[in-house]
């Protein structure tokens, strides 16, 4: 931090704070039905989800009520999708490339 900012190269540090990381194995989230009749998940997102939950909302509602959408197909994010060992394959081919800065122009 230092780096950035020199003010803080003297600083103390005082506490920490640690918390649950709620992340599926490919980083993508469980959607969909999961077990007993009337079981579905929308889990996986680790803080994302806030800004993903109102469409993620309308995306089971709409599988739901009608059984599936038509601006969405749900089946990717499917919890059976960890049955085979396809999951660890990216979902495209610039699926875990990042730009150099990352989006930081600092």
């Known amino acids: ?3 950035r900012f020199p003010e803080f190269a003297g600083a103390s540090y005082l506490n920490g704070h640690a918390c649950l990381y709620d992340m599926t194995p490919d980083g993508h989230p469980i959607l969909g039905e999961a077990g007993p009749d009337g ?14 939950g ?7 509602a709409d599988h739901l009520l ?3 959408s038509d601006w969405i197909d749900l089946t990717p994010f499917s919890l059976n999708r960890f049955q085979t ?10 699926e875990y490339e990042l730009a150099s800065d990352f989006g930081h122009g600092i």
């Open 1 to 3: 931090m230092s780096k």
């Open 39 to 52: 079981l579905y998940l929308a889990v996986g997102f680790s803080g994302a989800g806030f800004k993903k």
């Open 54 to 60: 109102p469409a993620i909302g309308i995306a089971i």
């Open 66 to 68: 009608d059984g599936g």
């Open 85 to 94: 060992n396809d999951w660890h394959m990216p979902w495209s081919p610039d």
